[in-house]
Structures are given as structure tokens and as C-alpha cells.
């Protein structure tokens, strides 16, 4: 039987017009990307701004007596989270409420007006929208048939209005001088910069800085250059916590392969040890403040009655690492500990490669009669580490447990 001739294979070395080809998909993707999370992001932004409208008309029609607002928001909390899950609880309602406290309907208006008047130019909110003018469109807005029959926009249209990514505006509330908030708020759409820059900016009181200046251009010009880790990817924008916890999607992945691979191993051995560890979670989430972190294991120990909480580095132990360990412990037991349970108890693995370190976190606890148990029953910090460093061992050999 006469065979059919080989197609003729890709050379290994790319020619460079299939270099041109992979890269402009590469871009197409990067771009297509970027562009989908952005526009979720405005959506997302203007529902939580007509959330917080809502709730806020809502208090002003009912009750005026103290204390009515947070049963409110309570309220609010357990039934929307009972339909749509996480990202609705007392204190994100709240949030909500205040951010349209803070960019109230008649700013919001008068940008959408200027917007439709000017549509070739993008107006960004609280801009160029000085009280004379937003006064004047307040006005005329207040004046509309349709206004009158409805003080609601729709959501598509509310979204112009908010061109900034939702992270951004969380951090915008954070500031208490009006202001100073709008000063962010300008700059950040001037210089068209990350969450990381805008956070960066407002920790280092670069209003301030600026209003103190004699040259305050340069100033400003400075404040435009962005730092290297400054820039976000198209995977942090598409995989933001906030834009996964909107869409009601689950947040399950890891870094890295190797540290994959590592906390699945590791489940495995902590397992087989005994009937002592339960398994809980993997990467269980947590929000402190407006700042989002991942466990990377969760275990409930039997004997001990307590959580184990576990997170791994594939790096150098820091002192870092150990303050962000109590950081989960302070949050696990405020939030995850039941009554009759014991205070949660830290282990960190270091993945370092030849100097593998596990250490408990055993500060804080009540007594030393508690920690004493602690240590004895669970697995000797010297265990742990050679079984990282096995387990590190078959990973880079390619071999499985």
C-alpha cells in the first residue's frame, strides 16, 4: 500500500512570519481580554452605584428612628446573599451606599449629559464638571418628562459614567477629603493608571505633595510614570476576585503549577498522617479591609479542635510571611472559629529550593498549656520539611507520588 506523503512540519525555528502571526494573536487576545473585563468592570460599578441609590431612597422613605439603617443593611445582606452568593454582605452594602453618597445622581447625571453633548470627547466624572454646570443639567434633569416618571438610568447608560474599574473606586472612598478624592480620581483618569499606581499614590500623600509644590506640573508629571510593578495583565483583569465574585464565578486557581502541585501533594500527606486532619478548602478567600487574600489550605484538626491554616511560599521565609500568617489567624478566628472550638493554629511551608522550612504560628494563643498540646500533636516542623523537599524533588523530576 503506497503511503501518503508526510505534510511537511513547522520548522522549529519560527520564521518571522510566523512570528508575526503569533504575536498579533497573542495581542488580539491580550486586547480582547482587557477590553471584556473593562466592560464588566463598568457594568459592575454602575450596578453597585444604583445598589447604594436604592438603598439609600429607601432609608429616606421609611423609618427615621436609630439604628434603622444597619438593620436595614442586614437584611439586605442575608436575603441577597441567600440568592446570588458572595459579594453581598452588610459591610459591601454599605460600601455601596456610600460610594453613591460620594458620586451622587446629579454629578452622575451631568457627566452623561456633557457626555452626549460632547460625544467625541471622553468626559471623565467630576472632571470638568464645575457646580455652575452640574447645577444647570441637575436642573434640567430634575425638569425631563422622563426624569419625572423615573429617577433610574439603565445600567448601560450608568456605566459611562464610571470609566474607571470598580478596585479603583473602593480605593477612591478610602480618602476623606473631597478634594483630594477628586484629585485621585482625575489623575487616575489622566494618566490612565492601575489600581496598584492609584494605591500607591494615595499611601505616599501625593495630593498633598502636590499642593505643597512650587512646580506642581512636575509634580504631576512625575506622579504619571508608572513603576514596573505598577502594570496589571490582562489575567489579573479578566481573574480580579471582585469581577469573578460579580459574575458568581469560583476563584480555585494557583500561581504557579509548581505550587499547584505542591498543595495537592501536600493535602494528600497531611491526610494520610492519621484521622486527624479534615480537610476544609483550598484556596479559601478572604477580604480584610478592601484587600483580597487567598489561604492556600484549610484543615480542621479533631484532637485539637482547632483550624489549621496553611499557607505555602515557594520562596525565602520573611518576617512578612509570619505577620501575614496572623493576619489569617486574627480573621479565621474572628470569622471561621466556632464557639466551642479552639483558636486556630498558623503552619507556613517555605518551598525554597534546598532549604525547605515549615513553622508553626503558635503566638497568641491563651495559654502555654494550649500550645504546649499544639506542639506535641501535630506533625514535627522538621516532617514537614523533608516532605516538601521530596515532594519538590519528584515534581522537578517529573515523576508522581
Aim: net charge positive.
Amino acid at each position: 500500500m503506497k503511503r501518503k506523503p508526510r505534510e511537511k512540519a513547522i520548522s522549529q525555528t519560527p520564521s518571522a512570519e510566523y512570528g508575526g502571526l503569533i504575536g498579533g494573536i497573542a495581542e488580539l487576545l491580550e486586547t480582547a481580554r482587557r477590553t471584556a473585563a473593562r466592560t464588566v468592570n463598568a457594568l459592575m460599578t454602575a450596578t453597585y452605584w444604583e445598589i447604594g441609590r436604592r438603598i439609600v431612597e429607601f432609608e429616606q422613605k421609611g423609618a427615621t428612628r436609630a439604628g434603622y439603617g444597619e438593620e436595614l443593611l442586614a437584611q439586605l445582606a442575608a436575603d441577597l446573599s441567600a440568592r446570588f452568593g458572595r459579594g453581598f454582605s452588610r459591610f459591601n452594602l454599605g460600601r455601596f451606599r456610600h460610594f453613591y453618597l460620594a458620586f451622587p445622581a446629579e454629578v452622575i447625571r451631568a457627566t452623561l449629559s456633557l457626555k452626549s453633548a460632547t460625544p467625541n470627547r471622553a468626559t471623565p466624572l467630576l472632571e470638568s464638571v464645575g457646580p455652575e454646570i452640574a447645577e444647570k443639567y441637575a436642573t434640567a434633569s430634575r425638569n425631563s418628562a422622563a426624569q419625572r416618571k423615573s429617577n433610574a438610568l439603565s445600567i448601560s447608560n450608568l456605566a459611562g459614567a464610571f470609566p474607571l474599574p470598580w478596585s479603583q473606586y473602593v480605593r477612591l472612598l478610602s480618602v476623606k477629603s473631597t478634594p483630594a478624592r477628586e484629585f485621585y480620581h482625575t489623575e487616575a483618569l489622566r494618566g490612565g493608571w492601575s489600581v496598584r499606581q492609584l494605591d500607591r499614590q494615595i499611601a505616599s500623600q501625593f495630593y498633598e505633595r502636590t499642593a505643597l509644590s512650587r512646580n506642581k506640573n512636575a509634580m504631576l508629571r512625575k506622579g504619571a510614570v508608572a513603576r514596573a510593578g505598577d502594570s496589571i495583565s490582562a489575567d489579573e483583569e479578566v481573574r480580579d476576585p471582585l469581577v469573578l465574585e460579580f459574575l458568581g464565578l469560583k476563584d480555585e486557581y494557583s500561581e504557579s503549577d509548581l505550587e499547584e502541585a505542591l498543595l495537592r501533594h501536600l493535602e494528600i500527606f497531611l491526610l494520610e498522617l492519621g484521622g486527624d486532619f479534615a480537610f476544609i478548602g483550598r484556596q479559601r478567600r478572604l477580604r480584610i479591609g478592601g484587600e483580597w487574600y487567598r489561604v492556600d489550605l484549610l484543615f480542621f484538626h479533631r484532637k485539637l479542635r482547632c483550624l489549621v491554616v496553611i499557607d505555602l511560599k515557594v520562596g525565602k521565609f520573611t518576617h512578612a510571611d509570619a505577620g501575614q500568617m496572623h493576619l489569617y489567624l486574627n480573621y479565621a478566628r474572628e470569622h471561621w472559629t466556632q464557639p466551642e472550638e479552639n483558636p486556630p493554629v498558623g503552619l507556613i511551608l517555605c518551598a525554597e529550593k534546598d532549604d525547605a522550612i515549615a513553622k508553626y504560628a503558635l503566638e497568641g494563643l491563651p495559654n502555654k498549656v494550649l500550645a504546649r498540646e499544639y506542639k506535641l500533636t501535630l506533625p514535627d516542623e522538621k516532617l514537614l520539611a523533608a516532605e516538601i523537599e521530596k515532594t519538590r524533588e519528584r515534581l522537578e523530576q517529573g515523576t508522581n507520588r
